[in-house]
Nanobody, 124 residues
Framework: QVQLIESGGGLVQVGGSLRLSCAAS????????MGWFRQAPGKEREFVAA????????TYTDSVKGRFTISRSNAKRTLYLQMNSLKPEDTAVYYC?????????????????WGQGTQVTVSS
């Protein structure tokens, strides 16, 4: 069992930056692929980014490529999402997720554990 706790969300102006963190419990973190998803009001949860167990493979949805960077520290059992050049359409609750595989996909069903989410609001 893995517990995930997100932090780092908040209110930021257009063009600003935030870094989200996701702290994981359990010794199996280093063997799991990890991902970030987001859900805006009235919309379905959508994939944002994913990273392989060793951090060498990353995947992004097109709308965040070049602006967001996913990374991880297995020593600290922490997942990160650096978000730059934020836009109003990035406003959402951001969730981290863990998959019991070394590499994972972009679908909601590809992940086994979820955090409670952290709110990101981008004001114009």
């Amino acid at each position: 069992q893995v517990q995930l706790i997100e932090s780092g969300g908040g209110l930021v102006q257009v063009g600003g930056s935030l870094r989200l963190s996701c702290a994981a419990s359990g010794r199996t973190f280093s063997s799991y692929a990890m991902g970030w998803f987001r859900q805006a009001p009235g919309k379905e949860r959508e994939f944002v980014a994913a990273i392989s167990w060793n951090g060498l493979t990353t995947t992004y949805t097109d709308s965040v490529k070049g602006r967001f960077t996913i990374s991880r520290s297995n020593a600290k059992r922490t997942l990160y999402l650096q978000m730059n050049s934020l836009k109003p359409e990035d406003t959402a609750v951001y969730y981290c997720a863990a998959a019991r595989t070394a590499y994972s996909g972009t679908g909601y069903g590809d992940y086994d554990y979820w955090g409670q989410g952290t709110q990101v609001t981008v004001s114009s």
